[in-house]
Nanobody
Framework: QAQLVESGGGLVQAGGPLRLSCLAS????????MGWFRQAPGKERELLST????????YYADSVKGRFTISRDNAKNTVYLQMNSLKPEDTAVYYC???????????????WGQGTQVTVSS
């Protein structure tokens, strides 16, 4: 069973960068596809990006394409989300999640972190 812990959230000005990290427990991290999601108040949880266990199979939602970059370091059991050119509408709680297979549906993700707040000021 994987346990995930996000970090790196905070308050940033519009246009600025922020990098989120997600540390996973367990020895089988490289076998899991990972995803980053976010949820703003009053809105549904939204898939932002996915990456396969080996680091390929990368997907970005249109809302973040060209601004966000997902990556992973399997030696460190960590997946990252580099966020650039942040906008006030990026304000949300950001979650990482793990799935046994690369997927874009939230229901395919079995393990979730507790979330980290990202606030972008205008």
């Amino acid at each position: 069973q994987a346990q995930l812990v996000e970090s790196g959230g905070g308050l940033v000005q519009a246009g600025g960068p922020l990098r989120l990290s997600c540390l996973a427990s367990g020895r089988t991290f490289s076998t899991y596809a990972m995803g980053w999601f976010r949820q703003a108040p009053g809105k549904e949880r939204e898939l932002l990006s996915t990456i396969s266990g080996a680091g390929g199979g990368i997907y970005y939602a249109d809302s973040v394409k060209g601004r966000f970059t997902i990556s992973r370091d399997n030696a460190k059991n960590t997946v990252y989300l580099q966020m650039n050119s942040l906008k006030p509408e990026d304000t949300a709680v950001y979650y990482c999640a793990a799935a046994l297979h690369l997927a874009r549906s939230i229901r395919n993700y079995d393990y979730w972190g507790q979330g980290t707040q990202v606030t972008v000021s205008s």
